[in-house]
């Protein structure tokens, strides 16, 4: 058999296991973001892009094509008005894409058995487009490129929260040397999200995580999750999970 024969049949037998996972739509989502990312500029795998300062350019004019420029969002140009979709699958660099998939592969899965695999879809593309938006409507003027899944997957952590508050989540935590700790959900999540709010009223108009974005998407995952399912169930018996530090909708 041929090497692209062997890569074919290694490519449909993954397709067949994500398809007949418990959680495929999650497991495609992870899939279609590291490809992107591998194709892309960003990776720094690409020769075509060149090194040094060609792929710096490279990598600029990437961001702007794909990412979500606030100042150019309201202008009314078709091209701009479909960026909050095409940035949910663009990464700004390895620890963006790492950082993000990991939380998209920790809680995911179970939300998206809670929701179904039609709804899960529908959900996570709509909060990750109103989260850019809503940053975006906060930070008009700002030219900075915004990309990245983080809304949408904080719009999962806030689901999460709501269905299975009592979720056992393996946390690292710095000030106990990262010694992994359990913690319940109720727990982990709101203070993470209570770290990205103070970390959003820290944060500059240069360069840097859209701490915004993240607490957009927690409040509308949280809020649709109340909302559509009424008063959580009791998952008491749920998987451990680890629950490293986020990393957030890049701004290159």
């Given at each position: 058999m ?6 074919s049949?290694s490519?449909?037998?993954a397709?067949r ?5 418990s959680?495929?739509?999650t497991?495609?989502?992870?899939a ?8 892309g500029p960003?990776?720094g795998?690409g020769p ?6 060609d ?9 702007r094509?794909w ?10 140009s ?6 909050p979709?095409?940035a ?6 390895w ?7 990991l ?8 939300t998206?058995?809670?929701m179904g ?6 959900f ?5 487009c109103?989260?850019l938006?809503g940053?975006?409507?906060?930070n ?11 809304g ?9 929260l ?8 393996t ?9 992994p700790?359990?913690?319940p ?6 203070f993470?999200?209570?770290?990205q709010w ?7 108009d240069?360069p840097?995580?859209a ?11 949280f809020?649709?999750?109340?909302v559509r399912y ?6 008491t018996?749920?998987?451990p999970?680890?629950?490293p ?8």
């Amino acid at each position: 058999m041929s090497m692209i024969g062997k890569w074919s049949a290694s490519f449909v037998r993954a397709g067949r296991s994500v398809a007949g996972s418990s959680a495929p739509v999650t497991y495609s989502l992870i899939a279609l973001c590291c490809a992107v990312f591998l194709v892309g500029p960003a990776s720094g795998l690409g020769p075509a892009y060149g090194t040094g300062d060609d792929l710096l350019a490279a990598q600029r004019a990437y961001f702007r094509r794909w990412g979500v420029i606030p100042a150019e969002l309201f202008e009314g140009s078709a091209g701009s008005a479909l960026t909050p979709a095409t940035a949910l699958f663009v990464h700004g660099s390895w620890v963006h894409l790492l950082g993000n998939m990991l939380f998209l592969y920790v809680f995911g899965a179970m939300t998206e058995e809670r929701m179904g695999r039609v709804q899960f879809t529908l959900f996570y593309v709509g909060c990750g487009c109103l989260a850019l938006l809503g940053y975006a409507a906060v930070n008009a003027d700002s030219g900075q490129s915004l990309v990245g899944a983080s809304g949408a997957i904080s719009a999962v952590l806030g689901a999460f929260l709501y269905l299975f508050p009592r979720a056992r989540v393996t946390s690292l935590l710095p000030f106990l040397f990262f010694l992994p700790v359990r913690f319940p959900a109720w727990v982990v999540l709101p203070f993470w999200a209570a770290l990205q709010w103070l970390a959003a009223g820290r944060a500059s108009d240069g360069p840097g995580v859209a701490y915004l974005a993240h607490l957009v998407g927690f409040g509308l995952g949280f809020g649709y999750a109340s909302v559509r399912y009424g008063r959580p169930t009791s998952p008491t018996r749920v998987k451990p999970a680890p629950a490293p530090a986020p990393e957030g909708e890049n701004q290159p």
